[in-house]
């Protein structure tokens, strides 16, 4: 017989909302074909970076220019590549609707990918006490490596990484916070890569594979017309990575 008296249960799950940093897959063509192609160059750039990435399809340039595509289609190519789509952003009723049907969600457009009309001021976090400051800092463990770091190497910090040799083609390197290089970067870089957004990265000569911060990337292609042997700083803005002079 029950006696209706409450039973205790230990806690075992909890929701909460959170802001993910994940790559996103913007379309700019329906041209199947090049689409392959270009994703193929891509991951061949920096194979380990993109192995088993998550990956958000966004559709919504198509879709504005009235532009269709086969959503499945676009699917099976990118997890083709390796990729791991996670869901469809900017995608029209019959999208949506193959979105659902493989099980994957439809994400809002919302922040950044908002139009600039009515958006809401920035909000500012209260600014921590004197001694919650003191023991953030204390928690942080930088890192700093004077020897060459090889291809294939990969080096890991959670706080800053220092590097005062050279960052070889074919290595990684990967920080929580900034990450400093007093040699020639020519592997990949990638600072803030828990979202910190604020992480940069300073680099005495720039002739990277890929650079990164906070999930946001760009490749060698697309650092080509950056001189090298020129010290620089990079730092991320409104989903943009800025390279300028130091």
Known sequence: MSTGAPTSQKTALEFKSTSLTVPVLLLASNDISLIDQQLKEKVVQAPEFFKNSPLLIDLQKLNAQN???DFTEIVAIVRQHG?????LRG????QNGDALAMNLPQHSLHG????LVNKAPAKTLPTPAPEEQKQASQSIENKLVTQPIRSGQRVYAKGDLIVT????AGAEIMAEGNIHIYGSLRGRA????LG????????SDLQAELISIAGIYQLSDD???YPAHKPVQISLDNQTLIIKDI
């Not at 990729?83 to 869901?87: D, E, H, L, V, Y």
């Not at 990638?190 to 890569?193: E, N, T, W």
């Not at 910190?196 to 680099?203: E, G, P």
């Open 196 to 203: 910190n957004v604020n992480s940069r990265i300073f680099c």
């Open 112 to 115: 950044s990918n908002a139009p």
């Open 67 to 69: 532009l269709p595509i």
């Open 190 to 193: 990638l600072a803030g890569v």
């Open 165 to 168: 040799a050279t960052v070889s």
């Open 91 to 94: 995608g029209n009723e019959q």
């Open 83 to 87: 990729f791991m789509p996670i869901g």
């Open 223 to 225: 650092l080509s017309k």
